[in-house]
């Protein structure tokens, strides 16, 4: 099993969570007032269950017009048609755009041979805050009326090797990921651990469904993932998206391998 960051680069995003690329060389936060700098990661993951995607991000184009999602895949060796699953921790926007795309009205799978899963409960939720700028209505009614689906009931053995565990805290029923095989492990923690360096800067944030109980969670997933030797998947951190972590006299140190 290997896992590979799909970097989407950096964007801001305010009050109307719209998110614009920011090019850090030619771009100043400081032209966008009351806009926060946001990463964009998701993942895949080469595994014997088949080729995986995580969480395929805003689902943007480029500048040469060819979907961000598909250029970073074929820079690797893939293209949309070889995924055979994608794995949504949650269905906020950032994290579900590039599930599918519109053409002349219709809208199709950016996968379109690969099963698509996510928690029944989240959708729901999800689908009851409509109209919502934290959500895109057509890509969660893209996905609820979309055939080759899976839909969990809370905590699943997914396969052999990959175990969906509800956390809460960012959403009501987010979900994180545990790939385990005998010489691989990863932990994808969503939005609950986007970032590893917030198991260094620990604080409550205000965009989780329920802040102190995602900051727990975070402290007890990188423990979790320092005793067990798992390398962490952080969605929101382009520049450090895969690393290992180090828990000792009660501080994490990222190592960054
Ligand atoms: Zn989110």
């Known amino acids: 099993m290997n896992a590979h960051a799909l970097s989407e680069g950096t964007y801001t995003v305010d009050e109307s969570k719209n998110f614009i690329p920011f090019n850090s060389i030619s771009d100043s936060i400081k032209d966008r007032p009351g806009s926060l700098l946001v990463e964009i990661c998701p993942f895949l993951i080469i595994s014997v269950e088949g080729i995986i995607i995580i969480d395929p991000g805003l689902g943007l184009k480029n500048k040469s017009g060819e979907f961000q999602i598909i250029k970073n895949l074929s820079q690797l060796g893939f293209n949309s048609t070889d995924i055979n699953i994608v794995l949504l921790s949650h269905l906020h926007k950032d994290h579900i755009g590039g599930v599918a795309y519109e053409e ?96 260094i800067r620990k604080f409550a944030a205000k965009y989780d469904f329920n802040g102190k109980e995602s900051a727990a969670l975070r402290i007890q997933y990188g423990k979790k993932c320092a005793e067990e030797n ?28």
């Open 104 to 199: 002349n009205g219709i809208m199709n799978p950016m996968f379109p041979n690969a099963q698509y899963v996510y928690q029944e409960e989240e959708m729901n939720e999800a689908l009851s805050k409509l109209p919502s700028k934290s959500f895109e209505a057509s890509k969660l009614k893209f996905l609820k009326s979309y055939k080759n689906k899976k839909e969990l009931s809370g905590n699943t053995q997914f396969s052999k090797n990959i175990y969906c565990e509800i956390s809460g805290g960012h959403t009501k029923n987010h979900q994180v990921f545990w790939f385990n095989t005998a010489n691989k492990k990863y932990f994808y923690g969503g939005d609950v651990l986007p970032q590893g360096t917030q198991l």
């Open 230 to 257: 798992y390398a962490c998947l952080f969605f929101h951190s382009s520049a450090h998206p895969i690393s290992k972590v180090k828990y000792a006299d009660g501080r994490f140190e990222l190592l960054n391998n």
